[in-house]
């Protein structure tokens, strides 16, 4: 029991770091999505130019497609609607243009948003996560290796505070050189606690 009280706090920071890098992900793809679908509503107005200018040339059509049948002077009468035409579907080009720049702005703030807080999850947090990760599975191999609890013992004594190591024994150094089995034992416990591992398997 007091070996799992030992780890409870390594592993309950362990927990509440990735709940928080996870909450902080998430926060960032909904603003992005957010400031995306705000900046698309400016496209309303290009969606409403396309419509207009693409209905008034289809009218246009159809209208000199009628006059086109009349005898004689069809063919004179239809040469303003068919330009008609031809202005409408320019207003409906640039209408779709608008409609492209706003979606590219949308995208490109959308992304823009996000660079920063997945950059710091990539080059801040994913790579202490692997090297937990690469340090607790090689503890966890020498915990289970012969002579793993005295490469343990030694990483304690290289990399765990002072505080601690006196803790266990006030000449902890000369302890462990003596090879005295609770001191080698404690120190290892030591260290696989420090990264939220059993000290037994």
Same mark, same amino acid.
């Given at each position: 029991?007091?070996?799992?009280?030992?780890?409870?706090?390594?592993?309950?920071?362990?927990?509440?770091?990735?709940?928080?890098?996870?909450?902080?992900?998430?926060?960032?793809?909904?603003?992005?999505?957010?400031?995306?679908?705000?900046v698309q509503k400016l496209?309303?107005?290009?969606?409403?130019?396309?419509?207009?200018?693409?209905?008034?040339?289809?009218?246009?059509?159809?209208?000199?497609?009628?006059?086109?049948?009349?005898?004689?002077?069809?063919?004179?009468?239809?040469?303003?609607?068919?330009?008609?035409?031809?202005?409408?579907?320019?207003?409906?080009?640039?209408?779709?243009?608008?409609?492209? /720049?706003?979606?590219?702005l949308a995208l490109a703030?959308? /992304?823009?948003?996000?660079?920063?807080?997945?950059?710091?999850? /990539?080059?801040?947090?994913?790579?202490?996560?692997?090297?937990?990760?690469?340090?607790?599975?090689?503890?966890?191999?020498?915990?289970?290796?012969?002579?793993?609890?005295?490469?343990?013992?030694?990483?304690?004594?290289?990399?765990?505070?002072?505080?601690?190591?006196?803790?266990?024994?006030?000449?902890?150094?000369?302890?462990?050189?003596?090879?005295?089995?609770?001191?080698?034992?404690a120190l290892a416990g030591?260290?696989?606690?420090?990264?939220?591992?059993?000290?037994?398997?």
């Amino acid at each position: 029991m007091k070996i799992y009280a030992d780890r409870a706090p390594t592993i309950a920071r362990q927990i509440l770091t990735d709940l928080l890098v996870v909450a902080w992900v998430y926060a960032a793809i909904r603003m992005a999505l957010w400031v995306h679908d705000l900046v698309q509503k400016l496209a309303i107005p290009g969606q409403k130019l396309e419509g207009a200018g693409t209905g008034m040339a289809d009218n246009l059509d159809s209208i000199s497609g009628t006059i086109d049948r009349v005898p004689v002077v069809g063919d004179d009468l239809t040469s303003p609607f068919e330009k008609a035409a031809d202005a409408a579907r320019s207003l409906a080009d640039a209408g779709q243009q608008q409609q492209d /720049l706003v979606d590219n702005l949308a995208l490109a703030l959308s /992304l823009g948003l996000l660079v920063f807080p997945l950059g710091i999850v /990539l080059l801040v947090w994913l790579p202490l996560r692997v090297r937990w990760m690469r340090r607790a599975g090689a503890a966890a191999a020498l915990r289970s290796a012969p002579a793993g609890r005295d490469l343990l013992a030694l990483r304690a004594l290289a990399n765990q505070p002072l505080r601690k190591l006196t803790r266990i024994d006030p000449d902890v150094a000369e302890a462990w050189r003596r090879g005295d089995d609770s001191t080698v034992d404690a120190l290892a416990g030591l260290e696989l606690r420090a990264l939220g591992l059993r000290a037994r398997t």
